[in-house]
């Protein structure tokens, strides 16, 4: 998509930020400029497609070009355009979607979730992504929040969505798998068949107008909906065309005008950094994506051999397995030249592993939450290799980030910890349905992440620790106050701790420690919590005791001290 741009050459060795800057000059493609939302200054790009359905237009540039692969099933840019305007043409007329009506989507990384994300968004609605493991409480909750009316599922989620308590009052359209028999259900490709392809419906939709919800677990307990705006979206998308045409001037991307970057995905859709920087960056900049159905380091290697895959994307756990495992000499893996990771932070020697296992590949990491969406702080090569422990620098052009004291609210020095906070025309608007939320996050137009950080000289961002009572268990984030709230349930549970443990693979577990009134057992309590929140969720370690918590001087439970007890226990049981 960058061969009619008339650029200016530049030396090989410039700094990848001094080129970004060059483009973001007046005149230049990607213009920047300071503008006003909500009350506060953000830099956007100045010319920008103003919606996402604009956005997905920008697809049709790669046409016959295979967008996704899945199995058998290969689908072109154009193919996936169309289906996803033949979607926006029933949900319109059959349907009657206005806009700002929201739309549930839950279902497993099959070609049908972007198809239909894009089909929603474009028609005007919001698309409501929801957590493909959650319980059918966990549905429930989220449909009820968000007022969804509709729900666009697979076969197992449709399972699950039909019963719900209102499931009678819910219109339910199912991809892939068969559709059950039920009046008000009925299956993806009936929907959208006959429908004018490659045609929008005439629906108003603005460039502040809502396009997602991404529900996120918060310290509060209870998930939140994370809206982010059609201008915040486009701007990640608008933001990485950005960097990767950067980095085409300085040679390092295949000058062949006819290759095609192809990436593994094994990360969720439904997660952002599945969303954003896999699935509509690269929809955008033309790169093809080989789905797999469920994480398996031999299949991935198959894969790639198969596909010929140059770049792969997952958390840490996975890039781990991937050099650790003896079966990668079994495979031609030679394609492989990128090796990223996100949503959980990657051991440094992990960094070193990856390096030996794959000389030729570069590794990566991210940094950035569902309220940035997906923007944050970027890190790759030889950076990467020096600074192991570091997550980057802030992603230019777009994103502003300062260290604040957690106290005193004053901006920390370089080297100094504090509070990480972002601002950025990318963040999201609001928590749905949650003024409270909101402001607590969002002040004066920066975003307060909950994690700790600082900036070194160079402006690379370390993140060292989190605020928030949150575990990060492979990538999926984990409220311990609802866990907490299910095992406080238990009539024969007085007081509970859940924290996090350390783990090789996954980065963190799930840890309890319960005080009892009567005799229970460590897997009656695991499946308790089974009963109401996602197996991710259950705690990998419940310890069990007669005595109640120990509690600091305010009267309130140690939490410090019972997890350092706890996680002292732990190490000595995997010793």
């Known amino acids: ?92 007329a059959d349907y009657g979607l206005e806009a700002g009506d929201r739309v549930a989507l839950n279902m497993r990384n099959y070609p ?37 009316k509709l729900a666009v599922v697979d076969g197992e989620r449709a399972a699950r969505t039909l019963s719900l308590g209102n499931a009678a009052d819910l219109q339910i359209i199912v991809a892939r798998d068969a559709a059950p028999e039920a009046v008000n259900v009925k299956a993806f490709a009936d929907v959208i068949a006959g429908k004018p392809a490659l045609s929008w419906p005439a629906v108003e939709v603005g460039s502040d107008d809502a396009a997602m919800i991404l ?29 990767a045409l950067s980095l085409k001037m300085l040679g390092r991307l295949n000058p062949d005008p006819d290759f095609q970057p192809i ?37 991935a290697f198959r894969l790639i051999e198969k596909e010929g895959v140059t770049t792969f994307t997952g958390v840490p756990m996975m890039s781990y397995e991937m050099a650790a495992s003896k079966r990668r000499g079994d495979y031609d893996l030679s394609t492989l030249n990128d090796i990223g990771g996100g949503g ?47 997550t980057g620098r802030p992603t230019p052009p777009l994103v502003e980030v300062k ?49 700790v950080g600082y900036l070194d000289d160079e402006g690379y961002l370390y993140i060292v620790d989190r605020l928030k009572a949150i575990i990060i268990r492979g990538g999926e984030n984990i409220s311990s106050l609802e866990v907490e709230g299910v095992l406080h349930a238990h009539e024969v549970v007085d007081d509970v701790m859940v924290f996090s443990l350390p783990d090789e693979r996954l980065g963190e577990l799930v840890g309890a420690v319960a005080s009892v009134n009567a005799d229970i057992t460590e897997d009656d309590l695991k499946a308790e919590v089974a009963k109401h929140l996602a197996g991710f969720k259950v705690p990998e370690k419940i310890w069990i005791t007669r005595d109640p918590l120990p509690l600091i001087a305010s009267g309130k439970i140690d939490r410090k001290g019972i997890k350092e007890q706890y996680r002292g226990l732990w190490a000595a049981e995997k010793a």
Request: glycine share 8%; proline share 7%.
């Open 215 to 243: 529900y996120t677990s918060g310290s509060s307990g209870f998930p939140k909906g994370a809206v982010s705006s059609h201008r915040a979206v486009v701007g990640v998308l608008m933001t990485w065309v950005c960097i």
């Open 403 to 451: 260290i604040l004291c957690p106290v005193k609210g004053a901006e920390q020095p370089a080297g100094e910890p504090g509070e990480v906070c972002i601002r950025s025309s990318t963040n999201i608007r609001e928590y749905w349905n949650n003024p409270e939320a909101t402001a607590r996050a969002f002040r004066n137009g920066w975003f307060h992440t909950g994690d």
């Open 344 to 390: 959980a932070a990657r051991p440094p020697e992990h960094v070193r592993l990856i390096k030996e296992a794959f000389p030729d590949a570069n590794p990566g990491i991210g940094y950035g939450l569902t309220e940035t969406t997906s923007l944050g702080a970027v890190l790759s090569a030889e950076e990467y290799i020096e600074r192991p422990t570091s």
């Open 263 to 299: 990436m593994l995905v094994a990360v969720p859709f439904f997660h952002v950094t599945g969303l954003m920087p896999v699935l509509f960056v690269s929809a955008t900049i033309g790169r093809k994506l080989v789905l797999m159905h469920k994480w398996d380091v031999e299949e």
């Open 1 to 92: 998509m960058f061969d009619n741009l008339e650029l200016p050459s530049v030396d090989p060795a410039t700094p990848a930020d001094e080129v970004i800057k060059m483009l973001t000059r007046p005149g230049m493609p990607f213009e920047t400029k300071v503008e006003e939302i909500e009350g506060n200054p953000y830099t956007v790009f100045a010319h920008q497609p103003a919606t996402l359905r604009e956005a997905f237009m920008m697809f049709l540039a790669h046409g016959d070009k295979e967008f996704m692969v899945y199995g058998d099933d290969r689908i072109t840019f154009k193919d996936a355009v169309a289906r996803a305007s033949q979607f926006a043409q029933a949900l319109v």
């Open 112 to 148: 049908e979730w972007p198809i239909a994300f894009m089909g929603i968004v474009a028609a005007g609605g919001i698309a409501v992504v929801m957590n493909a493991w959650w319980t059918v409480e966990e549905i429930d909750w989220a449909m009820k929040d968000s007022g969804a």
